[in-house]
């Protein structure tokens, strides 16, 4: 294990006091950033690339993986405390998680939430070291067929998001479909719904749109509900997670891990999509199905599990084959470029000593992750005990702020104004929002993966069908929605015969 | 009912996230400041036009970053104002009319996006300063390709146009897209029969490429070389005039035969209108910047290679990129 030894001495180079310093404060800012919408972990580690001019190469990259790994778990704060996700890959965390913290339960979801990241987080940055070359063969060799293929697969998996009555989760999704094509068309290059706005040309951020539907909708609805109804008190729980809660996360924090670490090492896979697919696969595994939509942990540890062991992911072919599949990532590489390093292929070879230090530092920053971020649930969770008035105007503060960090740019408060009418309206209608936020999210990868796919086969519709990894994909997507037929014609009667001989 | 001192801490907690938000929202704040003759110049705005960690805002911090070591302007502010392929910021370059302060970086990929956008401020209303750097495009195959040399490949293409697919890391109007198209021109394909495929930047293109999903690759070679060196990819040719340094072994487009000179370019515009006085500082600092020791090291450090024009022969160049950019989007129906 020639790995091995090679991780020991990156541990041995992180485990400095000045270094742990150092990875500490990378994974208090990433936190913060995690936390506050619309400033990500790319923004930030851009913005502070000049500062890390003065330090060593390795005191840079562990800086940056903690910015990394904290901003992944930040976003889940806000999500589940104010309804406001923070990163696009926590919005799924705001659906159950927001609803455990208005029952009471808001340490236990932060306490799933932190354990969930940690535990994604290492075994991902295991993976990370163990499975690399393979990995990234697999990555490559995907094409946009094989995309196209998991994004059906994801619609498909999401149907079980739509709520109790379809024809208000399909209406969600369409809207959210629309709202997803305003843009500049990135196959003909035309505009699209951009009404001659030229802010509106780049699309609308998923940020933007989840902070604005989630966050300013509730507060208006709390707004014009606020002298109706006398306000309920939220009761105080637990401060720490029971035997019963550890229980219901461990397999949801191991299954979001296997969905999250392959989506991240995928040029088109991204953190929102396991989120998904992990959010639908702990409703259909759940004992207790009445509970989801009404604070499910289980809808909170899945989700928060595959997100940041999707960033760990997005390690893997950065560093392998130079190839960053998010922003992050991109400027990660741009840093790399800064130290006169140039990432590639031969990265590992030429680079060894940087490599295993930036990858022991991961291991370092997740621990330092859950030992900042355990403690403070608790504390964290009697926020919500601020009275209710002070509490929105916070959480419009927030919104507001990030919305306007994201471009800077005064139209994007009147979108999040427009777009929190929207979620006021959808409230006031009973159509359920998360379906919106997948439309966003999805539709317009899976058309454009789908019209690439066309592309590369000449207009032929075979060309939407790829390698094996497509028709698994297929296969899965029959068999789910065949389930409920195979269920009653070939499972039930050999069960009954089975009982009944 | 919470005690006094958890509704503090909790009141604390709170504080210290929006604070530590904060910090990130106002990092770009405004600082005022005039200019004085003699000494390094002051007050000096440059904006991004895209989001940071992109190659303009490389460029932008690499030179505002030489500026203050070497003392040739003091406060340099660098700003990010990203939208519509940076013509939200051309925009605002655009109606500063007459703010000798502020200048904006750009590049060919912002030519592009002020057609594609159809935005009504174009840079031909703007006042050129400085071209700065430049980088050649590269036609890659991955390492089975049957194309062994351009001319293989243009025989391909010219019998099928429609049946090889190029791929390319930025959407239409951009560098990567210019570049197949002025070169399918140039070799006699007519620019409305290429089969573009549009990928998402570096990351996506090039496992697009190494996976053999599109025919060849157009983009700058930076994004190869690696790549190139681990046997990966193959270059068939360079776009610029002279072969580059990196790549000592690819011929040029023009060495093998076919009439066409493409690079990537970033330079630096100042808002309309502004006064000779104004210009000159402007020019007058970036000459000085390109004659310093640290700019000479960030173009070995980043592989940059120099190209730096200022003024009128600048705004020559400039108009002469607009016109060709603009009749070749005409026709392909996209400006």
């Known amino acids: 294990m020639d790995n091995l030894g090679n991780l020991l001495d990156g541990f041995a180079n992180v485990l400095t006091p ?104 290492t075994i991902a940055t ?101 002298r109706r109804r006398a306000a309920e008190v939220i009761p105080v729980g637990r401060p720490w997670m029971g035997r019963q809660d550890w229980q219901r996360s461990w397999k949801p924090w191991l299954r979001g891990t296997a969905y ?50 999707s960033a760990a992911g997005t390690l893997v072919p950065m560093l392998a084959i130079g190839l960053p599949t998010n922003a992050t990532a991109a400027v990660m590489l741009a840093a790399f470029q800064q130290y006169g390093i140039q990432p590639g292929p031969l990265l590992f070879e030429r680079e060894s000593g940087l490599v295993w230090t930036l990858i022991a530092s991961l ?3 997740n621990l330092l992750l859950l030992v900042l971020n355990l403690p403070l649930a608790p504390a964290w969770a009697r926020l919500l005990r601020i009275p209710r008035p002070y509490l929105y105007a916070g959480i419009l503060f927030f919104a507001s702020m990030g919305a306007y960090a994201v471009n800077a740019q005064p139209f994007d408060l009147f979108l999040l104004l427009v777009l929190g009418l929207l979620g006021f309206a959808m409230r006031r209608f009973g159509l359920p929002i998360l379906p919106l936020i997948v439309g966003v999210v999805l539709g317009s990868r899976a058309e454009l993966q789908g019209r690439r796919a066309l592309q590369l086969s000449g207009g032929e519709l075979t060309g939407l069908i790829g390698g094996w990894v497509s028709w698994t994909v297929y296969a899965v997507i029959l068999v789910m929605l065949f389930w409920p037929l195979l269920g009653r014609f070939v499972i039930r009667p050999v069960r009954e015969r089975l009982v009944n001989p | 009912m919470a005690t006094r001192r958890e509704l503090l801490f909790v009141g604390f907690a709170a504080a210290t996230v929006l604070a530590s938000g904060a910090c990130g929202a106002t990092a770009e704040k405004d600082e005022g400041g005039s200019g004085n003759a003699g000494g390094p110049a002051t007050g000096l705005r440059i904006m991004v036009p895209n989001t940071p960690g992109g190659g303009y805002d490389t460029t932008a911090r690499t030179a505002a970053k030489v500026l203050e070591d070497a003392k ?68 890659v195959v991955p390492k089975d390709s049957p194309y062994r040399t351009i001319g293989d490949l243009v025989a391909a293409w010219r019998a099928n146009p429609k049946g090889i697919a190029v791929g390319g890391g930025s959407s239409p109007g951009g560098p990567d897209h210019l570049l197949p198209m002025q070169l399918a021109k140039s070799v006699g394909i007519d620019p409305r029969q290429v089969n573009y495929v549009s990928y998402d930047g570096g990351g996506e293109l090039l496992p697009a490429v190494l996976g053999g999903k599109v025919a060849f690759g157009a983009s700058g070679f930076g994004e190869f070389l690696d790549q ?93 990129q607009d016109r060709a950019v603009a009749d070749l989007l005409k026709q392909l129906g996209l400006a």
């Open chain 1, 18 to 121: 000045m270094n742990l310093l150092i990875a500490l404060l990378g994974v208090t800012i990433g936190t913060a950033v995690g936390v506050l919408p619309g400033i990500g972990p790319a923004m930030t580690v851009a913005l502070l690339l000049p500062v890390t001019y003065g330090m060593e190469p390795a005191q840079a990259f562990i800086m940056f993986a903690g910015i990394f790994y904290g901003g992944m778990y930040g976003g889940s704060t806000t999500s589940i405390l104010l309804n406001t996700p923070g990163e696009s890959s926590s919005v799924i965390t705001a659906i159950e998680g927001n609803r455990m913290a208005k029952a009471g339960r808001a340490a236990q979801a932060l306490a799933t939430a932190a354990i969930g990241s940690f535990v994604a987080g």
């Open chain 1, 126 to 226: 295991l993976l990370l070291v163990v499975v690399t070359p393979p990995v990234v063969r697999f990555a490559v060799s995907l094409g946009a067929p094989d995309y196209f293929a998991l994004m059906l697969l994801s619609f498909v998996a999401v149907t079980a998001v739509l709520g109790a009555s379809r024809v208000r989760g399909f209406a969600a999704l369409l809207i959210g479909l629309v709202i997803g094509t305003i843009g500049i068309d990135s196959v003909s290059g035309q505009q699209r719904l951009t009404l001659g706005v030229p802010q509106l040309a780049d699309g609308i951020d998923v940020v933007v749109v989840a902070v604005g539907v989630f966050a300013v909708g509730e507060a208006l609805w709390i707004a014009a509900h606020l």
């Open chain 1, 260 to 309: 999250g670490f392959p989506f991240g090492a995928l040029p088109a896979g991204g953190a929102e999509i396991p989120t998904f697919l992990s959010y639908a696969t702990e409703k259909k595994l759940t004992k207790h199905p009445e509970e989801f939509g009404r604070g499910a942990i289980e809808g909170v540890a899945g989700p928060e599990a595959a997100n940041n062991a």
């Open chain 1, 363 to 365: 291991f370092v920053g």
């Open chain 2, 72 to 139: 040739i302007a003091t406060g340099v502010q660098v700003f990010n104002l990203p939208g519509a392929g940076g013509t939200v910021g051309l925009q605002r370059t655009v109606n500063e009319k007459g703010n000798g302060k502020l200048a904006m970086q750009m590049g060919l990929g912002v030519v592009g996006a002020s057609y594609t956008s159809k935005s009504t401020a174009t840079l031909t209303q703007t006042t050129p300063l400085a071209k700065l750097i430049e980088e050649a495009g590269a036609i």
């Open chain 2, 228 to 320: 190139v060196e681990a046997g990966q990819i193959r270059v068939l040719a360079v776009t610029s005039a002279a072969p580059v340094a990196a790549l000592r072994d690819v011929p040029t487009l023009k060495s093998s035969g076919i009439d066409l000179v493409f690079t990537n370019w970033r330079g630096i515009v100042a808002p309309p209108g502004i006064s000779d006085a104004d210009r000159k500082v402007w020019i007058d600092v970036l000459t000085r910047m390109h004659e310093s020791e640290q700019w000479k090291a960030e173009l070995t450090k980043r592989g940059w290679t120099d190209a730096f024009v200022t003024g009128d022969e600048f705004a020559t160049f400039l108009t002469e």
